[in-house]
Structures are given as C-alpha cells and as structure tokens.
C-alpha cells in the first residue's frame, strides 16, 4: 500500500526526524490558512499516487497566503494521470545548499531491509541506479539486530564532509529504519535529504508503501489507505477480498491463482486478444466471490467477453460453478461467457452448469482461443 | 527417485487441527503420505483422525516420533515463529503453506534457519509432491501427478498444475514437482532445486516455471548455462502485465527496468532453456529433448 507524501512526512517527523514546517489541505481556505501561519513563500503540492507531478502543474510556489489559496484552488480537483487530486500538501519553501537520496528497500536477493543512499539526489533514483550505480552505496541491515552506530555513521559519511551534518544524517539513518520497522515498510525513502544554507539536515520529501501483509494486524496503518486514489474497481475487489488489475483490453479474465491467471492473460496475448484485467478469486473460492468477480467485469463497459480459468486444487470447481449460475441469475450479463474448469468435482460443476444450458471446456487453449473470438465478434 | 521428500519421508503438520491443516491433512493420508505427528499447542494428546498422534510442541513431535520432515499450514501471524520453532527442534526439512507473512518476519527468521543448516521451501507455496514414493507434502493436487523422470519446479500454484497436468495427460510422468512461492522472501530458490534435480540419478530433465518480478529466474538461467547438464524448459507468467502492479503474488512485480518477462526469456534463451511460449508446449519441448 502507497502512502502519499504528507502521510509518510508524518510518519518520519513521529520517528524524530527533521522536516520542514506545514500541513495538508483539502481546501484552497485551508490552504491559505496553513501558508499564513508557516509564512513566506510556500510550496503548494498535489497528493496523488504518480511520480511526475511538477511536470503536470501539481506542484505549485506561492509567495504569500492569498497566492496559496489561489494556486490550492488551481491544484485542487485538477486530474493527474487519471487520478484525481483532493489533498494539498504545503510547506515553507526551502532553501536547499546540497541534495541527496537515502532510501530503506526490503531487498528480496540479501532477504535484508538494504539502506542506499547516494549523494546524486533530488532526482530519480532509479535512472541513478541504472546509469551510474557507482554513486549509490548500498548497506544490509541484519533485521536481528537493527542497524548499528557506525553503520548509520558510515552511510552519513558517503553524504558529508561536515562533522555536524554526518551526525544529523546518522541519527536520520537509525530513525528511518525505526520508522521502516515500526510501520510495516517494504520501502521508506527520504528524497531529497537536503541540507539548508544554515548547515541544517531536513527531509524535504517522503515515500512510504507499507507491505500489504502487515495491514491485517495493523488497522491503524489500514486506515492510512486513500481509496479515492485506486481504480474504482480495484478498491471495490480489494474491498471483496480479490486480487484485481484493471487493463485495457476486451477480454475479461476470471482465474484461479496469480500465477495461472498470469499465464491466462498471457495466452489470450498469444491468440490475438486483449485481456481486460488481471483478477485472481483466490483459492477457497466461495460462490459469492464469483459474484463479485462477475459484478467488477461486467461492470468495464469495454469488456466484449469473458473467460472463466479455474483449475480445481484446494478451489472447489462446484463452487465456482454455482457462483456463476447464482449471479447470471441476479443480473442479467450481456457478454458472452466462456467457462473452463477442470479439477476437484469437475463432474459435479459440468452438471450444474449443464442445467441451465451453459457449457464448460476442460482445455486451456481452446477456451482462450474461443472467448478471444468470441470478444473480435463483438468489437 | 525423487527430491527432498520420497517413501523415507516422516512427516509432521503444524496446525493438524486447524481448518486448513486438517483438511489438507486428509488429503496426504489419502495420497499415502506417511504422516507421523501433527503440532497444535493446548491439543497434545489427542489423534488426529483416531490415528495421527498430536503433541504441543515440534520439540515433542520429533522426540517421540523421529519425523524428519515438516509441513505449517499456520496463520500468517504466527507462521514464521512456527518455522522458528522447527528449524530450532532440527527437522531438516520445513515447508511452509502459509500466505500472506509480512516480509519482516520472514527476513527475521531466514539468518535463524540458514545458521541450522535447515531446508525451507515456501513461504507462500504449495509444497511438494513426489509421486513415486507417494510422498505429497502440502496442496498440491495428488490425482494430477504421475510417477516419472521429469522435475518441475515453479513459483506458482494453479500454474504448475496446469502443467503437470499436460505431463501427465501426455504420459510424461514426474520425480518431483516442487513449488518455491511467491513471496519475496523464500526459503528455496530455483537454484537450490535445480542443483537437487542435477544431482538426482532419477530425474532426467527439468521444466522451470518462473514469473515476472525479481531476479530469480535470471540467476537460474545462469546457473542452468554453467552447471546443468540435463535438458530444461521453461516458461514465465506475466508477459502482459503492466509495470509497478503487484500481479497478485507479493514478489511478481515489475519495479522500473528489472524484473520484465523480456530480461527474464532472454537470460532462458541464452542459457540453453527450451521456451515454453504457452503452458501447453512443455510436452513437444520435452519429447523433442528426451527423445
């Protein structure tokens, strides 16, 4: 789950750690009022899940509190990326000396969190990385222990020759582990880390995803999620228990298993159709999953037809079958509907469906190649 | 015959009570899995099934029953401490079901089994079967597996049934099929199956099914190039998906330039891996191969 700026800004000034001044608006009034009591020239920012918000006019200077209202107004409701913003974030503007990058990734090769930390930041890490990896120094943390006094040192000392800057960065460094650990993080990043003119150390921008496995027992970061911000139709899947990716095709896949809805998204690929989305029902598949699988697809008017993928291991086949039969009967679904399972009472599916005149195939290939026609058919 | 599990197999289940563990329980029994012990604290004592005797502890299991192998189908809250506390009772091998641990737990509890020389496959997979020797240690679904000489492993569930299941419909049966999982963190890469299925005299060539996200499948394509001599094949989910989504497993995610399907079938092309370009195909690639 991504955190947006001002949320994981919150979370790291609760860790101790150093950042400007300022507060989140959701009205251009709000907006004003935060920029008369911060005062100067401030720096009006849109809350949205995308990178590139500068470059869309979602980032804003603003040289007093009627200027702030004025460009919050501007900022507020304007659409970036598809994404609609409804939250403003503004902060004194600051007058940055030197810029870096300290980022905490949960690194899958080391199976450590690895701190990187680069004294080229300010700009997209990621081109850093790819481009001149040399200026990154990467550090693993044994999670057994934390991260220790020299380590955070060490890493301060890639950033600063000043003796009170590195000891600033250092403490950062220790308080941003303690904030990746105490919050779930699979990524904490600090970007910039600048230092101000005055020899201060701040963090000017924040970046959080909190791992989706932490929010079961974790509702107080559960409540941190901003569903204006997904897809409508991912929100309401995950909102079913469903895993759910909206794409741009026609075909509408219901699978189960990530790996085997992949494949199905794949193979309709192969045979010359667009899948529609990615949605995996899971592996105890209950009918009234299928329901609402059924509900989200239909629900894409681009949606031309649909394909059911199920291979029957811990997943019931029955189950699926009677979920298909109970929502064709609660609403009416205008495409056509092409099912295959096979597996776990695979007999008893084929009859059920069989009632009530919907056929089942057991072959991967031949139903993807027959709902990809059957969606041409319809475009 | 097979790797990690095969008939020598003594098997324990964390969580034997539970809804899943139970259930799934039945269902090794049924395949002929020799299951020795089942684990549930508060329940030691009792039998499962009037027949599989339940201890409190792992501790306990292993003392009175010499198991020698572990399956954990425990929630995620409490799943990587139920793999603690198998690799510090010493049972060699450890395979966790369970989804959905956060990636902290597992990155706590990794240094914990690696120091004990412990083999864990999982989290978040479907385990294990090897047909010959009756051995299914997790979910994956026996009637589909038959016994033969191809290894296949995989960081998917559905998916590897769907090709073992076009094995076996083609008469091509199976030493082992081993699911890794996909988590970001797992106990057992590719790597570690492949120098297994290598090394096994009883598996002649291997299928390899990987997906987007990570470099695994990379270092795998690597390791094929430089130590396997037996024919492999494979295949990677994910082709068509979009990058930064998290495509339902916790580790297939496409993160800026690194982890696409393109890197990851060239790394398989240049290694020598026969591409599976659909599920399907593993039959003709492997018939070609094994002549």
Redo the contacts between chains.
């Keep these: 789950m991504n955190l947006h700026e001002y949320q994981a800004r919150a979370l790291l000034k609760a860790a101790g750690i150093p950042t400007l001044d300022g507060d989140v608006a959701s009205t251009p009034t709000e907006a004003e009022a935060i920029a008369r009591r911060v005062g100067g020239t401030v720096v009006i920012k849109a809350q949205v899940h995308v990178g590139g918000r500068g470059k869309a006019g979602g980032v804003k200077l603003a040289r007093n509190a009627a200027e702030a209202a004025d460009e919050a107004a501007q900022i507020l409701g304007m659409t970036i990326k598809g994404l609609t913003v409804h939250k403003v974030l503004v902060v004194p503007a600051a007058e940055i000396a030197t810029e870096s990058y300290v980022g905490l990734i ?1 690194d ?2 080391s ?3 690895v701190f990187m930390v680069s004294s080229a930041g300010g700009v997209d890490i ?1 081109e850093v ?2 481009k001149t990896p040399e200026k990154i120094v990467r550090l693993a943390v ?3 222990y934390g991260v220790f006094p020299h380590q955070a040192l060490s890493l301060a000392f890639v950033l600063f020759r000043d003796f009170a800057q590195v000891r600033a960065a250092a403490k950062i460094m220790e308080q941003l582990y303690q904030a990746f ?1 105490a919050n ?1 993080a ?1 990524l904490a990043e600090i970007n910039p880390l600048v230092t101000t003119p005055d020899g201060r150390v701040l963090a000017l921008d924040a970046k959080i995803v909190i ?4 929010l ?2 974790r509702p107080d970061l559960g409540v941190l999620r901003d569903d204006s911000a997904e897809e409508p139709s991912e929100a309401a899947a995950r909102r079913a228990n469903l ?1 759910f ?1 909206k ?1 741009d095709g026609d075909v509408g896949c219901v ?9 199905t ?6 045979y010359g159709g667009e ?1 529609a989305n ?1 949605l ?1 029902i899971g ?1 105890s598949s209950s009918p009234e999953k299928v329901i609402n699988a059924l509900k989200i697809i239909t629900a894409d008017p681009h949606v031309k037809a649909i394909l059911f993928n199920i ?5 019931r086949t029955d189950d699926v079958a009677n979920g298909i039969v109970a929502a064709t009967r609660q609403f009416k679904v205008n495409v056509p509907i092409v099912i295959r399972l ?3 009472n695979e007999a008893e599916a084929i009859r059920i469906l069989n009632e009530v005149g919907m056929p089942a195939l057991s072959d ?2 031949e139903a993807v190649q027959r709902v990809v026609k059957l969606a041409r058919e319809a475009a | 015959m097979s790797i990690f599990a095969d008939g020598q197999t003594r098997l324990l289940i964390q969580g034997i009570t539970g809804r899943e563990g139970s259930f799934h329980a039945r269902h090794m029994l049924e395949y002929g899995t020799n299951v020795v012990a089942g684990v549930t604290p508060g329940k030691g004592g009792q039998r499962f099934e009037g027949k599989v005797p339940v201890f409190d502890t792992v501790a306990d299991a292993v003392r009175e029953t010499a198991a020698n192998a572990t399956v954990i189908y425990v929630p995620p809250m409490g799943a990587a401490a139920a793999v603690i506390e198998a690799a510090d009772a010493g049972v060699p091998l450890v395979v966790c079901i369970t989804e959905g641990i956060p990636v902290m737990h597992m990155s706590r509890a990794m240094p914990f089994v690696r120091n004990r020389g412990i083999r864990l496959i999982g989290p978040n997979c479907p385990g294990l079967i090897s047909p010959a020797g009756r051995a299914k240690v997790g979910i994956i679904p026996g009637n589909i597996c038959s016994p033969g000489r191809v290894g296949l492993v995989s960081r998917s569930g559905t998916l590897t049934y769907e090709v073992v299941n076009h094995l076996t419909r083609a008469g091509i049966g199976q030493s082992t099929c081993v699911g890794i999982g996909g988590d970001p963190i797992i106990g057992t890469n590719f790597i570690g199956c492949l120098e297994a299925f290598q090394e096994d005299p009883d598996t002649d060539a291997i299928v390899l099914i990987g997906e987007i996200g990570g470099t695994d499948e990379q270092s795998a394509a690597a390791f094929v190039r430089d130590r396997v001599t037996k024919p492999v094949v494979g295949f990677i989910a994910g082709q068509t998906a979009p990058k930064g989504r998290r495509m339902g497993h916790a580790g297939a995610i496409i993160s800026g330039a690194s982890g696409t399907a393109e890197e990851k079938l060239a790394a398989f092309e240049a290694a020598g891996i026969g591409i599976m370009k659909r599920p399907a195909d593993v039959v003709e690639l492997l018939r070609a191969r094994l002549g």
């Design positions: 949960m899958r090769e199976q450590r969190p990621e990385a790819a044994d999670p057994t650990v779930g699979s791992d989706d496995n932490e079961f027992w895993s990716i794409l699978v189960n298993g990530a790996g085997l809805a992949m494949a998204m794949d193979l309709v690929k192969y899948p990615f995996d592996g291979f029957g291991g811990i997943t096979t597996g776990t991967m290939d």
